[in-house]
Nanobody, 117 residues
Framework: QVQLVESGGGLVQPGGSLRLSCVAS????????VRWFRQAPGKEREWVAG????????NHVESVKGRFTISKADAENTVYLQMNNLKPEDTAVYYC??????????WGQGTQVTVSS
C-alpha cells in the first residue's frame, strides 16, 4: 500500500506560480495512475490532472490546460503539479490520489492553495 504526502501549497498573488509535490512511500508510483484533485469551499471535489504510471501519459481538465502541468520523477517517487498564471478561482485544497491496477484508491492529506491579492 502506498502513502502519499502533498506539499508546496501556500498564498500567492494572481498570476503567480506554485509547484505542488506528492511524495509516495511504501510502493513505487509506477504501479499507479496518479491524479490531482482540488476542492474549493462549498464545492465538490474536482479532478484536475492525471498521469499514468507507465508511459507518463498526462491529461488535464480544460480549465487548467496551458497553465498547469502534471509530471513525475520516478527516481524520487514523486508526482508534481506545476501551476502557473494562477487565478483566484484556483483557490482550493489540492489532493494527490493514486489508483492501483486493482482499482484501490489512496489519498494524501491535502495542501491549501490560496490565490489572492
Amino acid at each position: 500500500q502506498v502513502q502519499l504526502v502533498e506539499s508546496g501549497g501556500g498564498l500567492v498573488q494572481p498570476g503567480g506560480s506554485l509547484r505542488l509535490s506528492c511524495v509516495a512511500s511504501g510502493d513505487s508510483l509506477r504501479h499507479y495512475e496518479v491524479r490531482w484533485f482540488r476542492q474549493a469551499p462549498g464545492k465538490e471535489r474536482e479532478w484536475v490532472a492525471g498521469i499514468t504510471g507507465v508511459g507518463g501519459i498526462t491529461n488535464h481538465v480544460e480549465s487548467v490546460k496551458g497553465r498547469f502541468t502534471i509530471s513525475k520523477a520516478d527516481a524520487e517517487n514523486t508526482v508534481y503539479l506545476q501551476m502557473n498564471n494562477l487565478k483566484p478561482e484556483d483557490t482550493a485544497v489540492y489532493y494527490c490520489n493514486a489508483v492501483s491496477l486493482t482499482g484501490i484508491e489512496y489519498w494524501g492529506q491535502g495542501t491549501q492553495v490560496t490565490v489572492s491579492s
